[in-house]
């Protein structure tokens, strides 16, 4: 009955420490501890579902496991629900919705939401387009050393999009 407990056993199940790799074992304590409010296990029984591992691959089921994760806090779990959102696996497509959680991850520092939210602004997915958010995004996440979010706002700096053109700064980035 300890959660902190299962989620352990899940985790040695799922790497293959002192047991058999066996990703149904990790899905059935991972299920455990997930019932009881664990957060991280919560998250990583959304993932399991979404990747079809240990049990049949269910967007819906997914997206409700991340959704308990991402009403706790979890910012992980937050972004993901974005991004099931963004492209409509488990929820339909919502770009709104899909910012709604980008910003909650966003504002918690994960950079893959900030970067999620910079795309959004740059492509005007959801948000009337602004380059001038999407390069406070990409910075939010470059600065925190995410490749991607670096090498779109060098891109930016490139082109010249909400920014003035300049190549110095796009190779910094780069």
Do not use: C
Not at 17 to 45: F, I, M
Request: proline share 3%; no cysteine; hydrophobic share 35%.
């Amino acid at each position: 009955g300890n959660a902190s407990a299962q989620e352990s056993l899940g985790l040695m199940y799922l790497i293959g420490t002192g047991v058999p790799r066996d990703y149904s074992k990790v899905v059935k304590w991972y299920r455990k501890a997930a019932e009881q409010g664990n957060v991280s296990t919560q998250r990583y029984l959304g993932f399991m579902y979404e990747r079809g591992q240990g049990v049949p691959q269910n967007y819906i089921k997914a997206v409700k496991w991340y959704r308990k994760a991402a009403e706790q806090g979890s910012s992980s779990a937050q972004e993901y629900i974005g991004q099931m959102y963004l492209i409509g696996k488990g929820v339909p497509q919502n770009y709104s919705k899909a910012i709604r959680w980008y910003r909650k991850a966003a504002e918690q520092r994960n950079a893959k939401a900030q970067h999620s939210l910079g795309l959004m602004y740059q492509y005007g997915k959801g948000v009337p387009q602004n380059y001038n958010k999407a390069i406070r995004w990409y910075r939010k996440a470059a600065e925190q050393g995410y490749a991607i979010a670096q090498y779109n706002l060098a891109g930016m700096y490139s082109n010249g999009g909400g920014v003035p053109q300049n190549y110095s700064k796009a190779v910094k980035w780069l």
